[in-house]
């Protein structure tokens, strides 16, 4: 790289700094405004609160505002927010799936082989890439010499660790602690008088089952932790959440409107479409989170070598075939 071309990087670079930190000032004074703007524990009520607090009971019977506000009042927002999290989680996959398997019917793989070799002559052939697709290998298919834990491994080996699951402490923590919290998630979504909801029953579900994988490997959860049961599953999640609100509005002429009959308060039955909406989200959400955390730890890399890499491979390759080339025109030869 030559001076004029360092000095036109380190430019950028100053350039992209300055931006940073202009930004990062603008951020912090925007918060800072809003927290000085935010109203103190003596200042009346903005309006918002004052119409949940006082429809909240008659209207909904729940005797918890803020679940009115977030599936009732504001169930048009909660809505679009629920639908920001599946745009991501098919970003994600969309990302983050494997190659098809095409069927070849005019040599088109073999074509494709031969066009990669001459754009990338040393692809395949380095000991670190071989190395990396080996441990890749091993890391997502199942392998019958591998341990299924480190307690069936011998003390004191040297080996790396490559157990599916992990020891007998942390698996039996994860099989007692994910008791409690499923049911603190499915508390969370079902009262709707107490503060709660969908969304964290949904993450608190989606970490349960998380936790399990991490104590218990891949080959243990592959059933639960599928894409062919949670797309479905996720699918079903987000018709029902359009479905509740969609029926608000045929029905009684608004979006996020009650529709179904409300029981007393304090039941599971008040709130009306509240605990509907709720239940719907969970579904939603916790498919959702599962299946971009699976899609990422899934992910294969592309261990192709990039652009400088490449090219100071092909300036190797042509100095050692130039140097073949002379050896073998020389006279001595």
Known sequence: MSRQQEDEVLLVARRRSVFAM???????????????????????????ARFALTTALPKWHTTEPVNEIVYGSRGFDTFGETFLL??????????????????????????????????????GSSPQEAEARQAEAEETEDDPNVADTPDARALGGQQPERAESMTVVVRVAARVVAVPLTVAAVYLCAWGYSPGGGFPAGAALAGVLLLLYAAFGMPRMRRVLSPELLEPLELLGALAIIAVEVLGLVLRGSVSANWLPLGPPQTIRSGGVLQAFSVSELLEVSTGILLAVVGLLKMRHDWSPDEEQAGQAGEEQAGERQASTDAKSSPGR
């Open 22 to 48: 202009c930004l990062v000032a603008a951020t912090a004074a925007l918060f800072g405004g809003g927290m000085l703007a935010v109203s103190r524990e003596h200042s009346p009520l903005p309006g918002i």
């Open 86 to 123: 599946l745009a991501a989680v098919v970003s994600i996959t969309t990302l983050t799936r494997a190659r098809e398997r095409r069927r070849e019917q005019a040599g088109e793989a073999r074509a494709g082989s031969r066009e990669q070799q001459e754009v990338d002559p040393a692809s």
